[in-house]
C-alpha cells in the first residue's frame, strides 16, 4: 500500500510564492519518477514538472525558470518551490508517482488527492 499526500497549497497574491510538498508513504523501495501536475477549471490535467530519481528536471513551458522541483529520495518526499506566481497557475496540484517499488512488486501510476493554489489579489 502506498499513499501521496500533498501540502502547501493556498492563496496567493501575483507574484509571491508558494511551496508544494508530497510525502510519499508506506513500505516503500524506490520511486522512480515524480512529477507534479495541475488542473484548472474546465481545462485538462498538465504536466509541470518531473524529477527522476537521480534528479534529472524537467518543466513545462509556461513554468520554466520560476517553478523549481525538487526532491529528497531518503524521506521519500517531492517538492515544487513555486515564484513569480501569476493568475494563470491557479489550479489544483497533484503528486504522482510514476512507478513505485514495493515489497510485492511495482505499482505504478500512484496520485496524491490534490491541493488548491489559488493567484489572486
Known amino acids: 500500500q502506498v499513499q501521496l499526500v500533498e501540502s502547501g497549497g493556498g492563496l496567493v497574491q501575483p507574484g509571491g510564492s508558494l511551496r508544494l510538498s508530497c510525502a510519499a508513504s508506506?513500505?516503500?523501495?524506490?520511486?522512480?519518477?515524480m512529477n507534479w501536475y495541475r488542473q484548472a477549471p474546465g481545462k485538462q490535467r498538465e504536466l509541470v514538472a518531473g524529477i527522476t530519481h537521480d534528479g534529472s528536471t524537467n518543466y513545462s513551458d509556461s513554468v520554466k525558470g520560476r517553478f523549481t522541483i525538487f526532491r529528497d529520495n531518503a524521506k521519500n518526499m517531492v517538492y515544487l518551490q513555486m515564484n513569480s506566481l501569476k493568475p494563470e497557475d491557479t489550479a489544483v496540484y497533484y503528486c504522482?508517482?510514476?512507478?513505485?517499488?514495493?515489497?510485492?512488486?511495482?505499482?505504478?501510476?500512484?496520485w496524491g488527492q490534490g491541493t488548491q493554489v489559488t493567484v489572486s489579489s
Open positions: 508506506g513500505n516503500i523501495f524506490s520511486i522512480k519518477d
Open positions: 504522482n508517482a510514476d512507478r513505485v517499488l514495493l515489497p510485492t512488486g511495482y505499482r505504478l501510476g500512484v
